[in-house]
């Protein structure tokens, strides 16, 4: 792969918008990303291999968990730290992105919100530091968009519970320690319980053969007559909006991350338009390749308006979850359309390894995917304005 050049661009002054204390955070993500990222990911991408190394070393760079008291090892940072730590690790790769999104947002944030004070110190702090890594499985091998009709149950048994079940489709999965697990109770009311590695009938096999997030480990957590201790069940949460609730901390995190993917081609296509001579000029003097870049800059400009207008909100406690449907589904789909116009700019090397152009491309058709699909999160904005519900 090619030196890591990125320069980030801010078209309307952004970082006026921004505290010293953000911008400090930010470019110290930035850094670590150029130095430990960059050099790497092709060759993980390439291979379909999670650089777990850098789980540790997340860790102490102090992106799991930012916003989680730092009592218990978190950052105590509000959620605009938060969405430019995603942007800028999305810079880099959507999968390293990933695993951080999970831990911060989808097993340190449900333990933070729902678990006791015995559980919240037996997990919170080896989650921040990286010395323990989460996944979070809702998502089962008939209920995707719709897990209210999740099938895995756990049964009653005096001071444990058995859990059988399985669940698809689960970022970390293989690599992780524990996973927070939603499931139904005899009542088929929805819980929260954290299933730890090693507990006799669970398994997590990896998904081999996928094009999109080579550089994450994604896999399949099954449950076979698991027994449980009642003290790893959440004792404050039934429903689904327990899950749903931690959802809207992690599409916040992506509504952000990926204009760092965004940002990554867009600096990429302008640099290679001003360098590749064809018909004997640069080919960003012909009016096709400059309306690609204005359209690109302007996507992303109002992408970044959104997320932080979104992350003002959220710091004031105001975001809604359909605010936060729209920031995801909106950025998600810009970055996809830009991935693809920077593939173009770049011509046949743009399909290659030596750009971070067709890894970022495939890796956001994931991101369109989860955490609810496109088109789950443009009928949550339907419903909002509408009143109606199309789900049901
Ligand atoms: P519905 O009847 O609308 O709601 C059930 C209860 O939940 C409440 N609720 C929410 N609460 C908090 N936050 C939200 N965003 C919420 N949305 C709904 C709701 O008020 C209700 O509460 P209550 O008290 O009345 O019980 O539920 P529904 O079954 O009709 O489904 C609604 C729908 C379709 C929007 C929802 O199920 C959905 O969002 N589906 C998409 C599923 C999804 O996003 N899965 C993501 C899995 S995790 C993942 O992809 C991780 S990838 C990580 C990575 O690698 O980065
Ligand atoms: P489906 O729900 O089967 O949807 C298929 C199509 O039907 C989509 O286009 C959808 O928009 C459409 N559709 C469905 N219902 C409707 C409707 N009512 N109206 C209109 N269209 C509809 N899950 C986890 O729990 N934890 C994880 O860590 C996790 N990580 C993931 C990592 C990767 C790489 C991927 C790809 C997925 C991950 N997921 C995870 C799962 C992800 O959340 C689901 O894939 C997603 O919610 C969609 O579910 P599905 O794939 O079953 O698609």
Redesign the pocket.
Known sequence: MATDQFQAPDYYNLDDLLTDEHKLIRDSVRAWVKKEVSPIIEEHAQNGTFPQHLVKKLGTLGVFGPTIPQIYGGGGLDYISYGLMMQELERGDSGIR?AAS?QGS?VMFPINEFASEAQKKKWLPGLASGDLLG?????EPNH???PSNMESKFVDKGDHVVLNGA?L????ASAADIAVVWAKDEAGEIRGLVVEKGMEGFSAPEIHG?W??RA?T?GELVFEDVKIPKENLFPDVRGLKGPLSCLNSARFGISWGVIGAAMDCYDSALRYSQERIQFGKPIASFQLVQKKLAEMITEITKAQLLAWRLGTLKNEGKATPAQISMAKRNNVQIACDIAREARQIHGAMGITGEYSIMRHMMNLE?VL????????HL?ITGMDVTGIN??N
Do not use: M, P, Q, R
Not at 135 to 139: H, P, R
Not at 169 to 172: A, D, E, V
Not at 369 to 376: K, Q
């Open positions: 990933s999970v989808l996944c979070f499985g809702l998502t995707g968009s719709d669940k489709w689960i970022t970390n996928k999109s997030l994450s994604t994931s995917t989860y955490e609810g699909t496109h088109d789950i009928l199309a789900f």
